[in-house]
């Protein structure tokens, strides 16, 4: 019997893309932006449509199918040559010039690529000049209220003007950070259930993530001795066995092991935060904003 490809959208196939790389349905709906049930319903319209089986889902994630495998094979060199046509397409047109000044906040859950953003614009545009400052969310939001940033990063969770535009780009769990040092990894493992001696070492409520973290640990109710605005001394405070912390699960880990620090996650720690960018709706960005938030939304997508 012929199958319909009416619902085999480009989004579905993309998705389906993200899934197979990522070996986690969980990892990819972070790096879509969406949740799980949804990305998985997704999956589960385009095997149907299709007719056959493309993953073996299990406990530790996914699997390719054969017909997963063969799927992967014809459609992912197909949209690797439209990003690749897309990105020469860019690198073609004009060079742009002037400034782009934007906030993001410290615990940005993907920094790495940002910077790698921000390296290439630079490269490729020898007379635009970038300017990222870091602040709390709430900062952020004020600045580019007042039109003193071009756009910010920020939490998903903060209180937002009306005017202001948002663009979800991650969604994410939380997850545990602590010393192997001063901790034992089996300990850490029965959080909440922690020995009385262990503390929580938080950002302040000043903070979105701050917010975040404190609310979540009402239900537990682990003594918090230390707050903190600074991620620097959130991580210097943590690696000296002060306590242990709760960061995005995807917060660079190349930073965490600079500071002799690993991550562990939780079935208990179902708090989900997400990063937004956020402008103004009036005035809209200039050209060379506007190229790079585009920029990094494709990348972040892909």
Known sequence: MKKTTQHVTDHYLRSFIRIARAGSLHKAAAIVGISQPALSKQMNSLEETLGVSLFRRTTRGVTLTAHGEFLLNRVQSHFDDIDASIMELDSRSP????????????????????????????????????????????????????????????????????????????????SIVYSRKHFDDEAIARYPDLDKDVSLISFDVTSALGRLVQNHNRRYGIPIR?????????????????????????????????????????????????????????????????????????????
């Open 95 to 174: 060079k742009l010039k002037g400034q782009i000044v934007f906030g993001a906040i410290e615990t940005c859950s993907f920094i790495d690529t940002l910077w790698d953003l921000v390296g290439t614009f630079s490269l490729e545009n020898p007379e635009l000049s970038v300017n990222i400052r870091t602040y709390n969310s709430a900062e952020i939001v004020r600045q580019v209220s007042t039109g003193e940033f071009d756009f910010g990063i920020v939490h998903d969770n903060s209180l937002f003007p009306g005017d202001m535009i948002k663009t979800q780009l991650v969604r994410e769990r939380l």
């Open 226 to 302: 230390i707050e903190t605005n600074s991620v620097r001394y959130l991580l210097d405070a943590t690696a000296r066995g002060l306590g242990i912390t709760i960061l995005p699960e995807r917060f660079p880990l190349s930073s965490l092991q600079d500071a002799g620090l690993v991550r562990l996650n939780s079935p208990a720690l179902d708090t989900v935060r997400g990063n937004v960018i956020i402008q103004r709706r009036r005035p809209s960005l200039s050209n060379q904003a506007e190229r790079f938030v585009s920029e990094l939304l494709r990348r972040i997508a892909s």
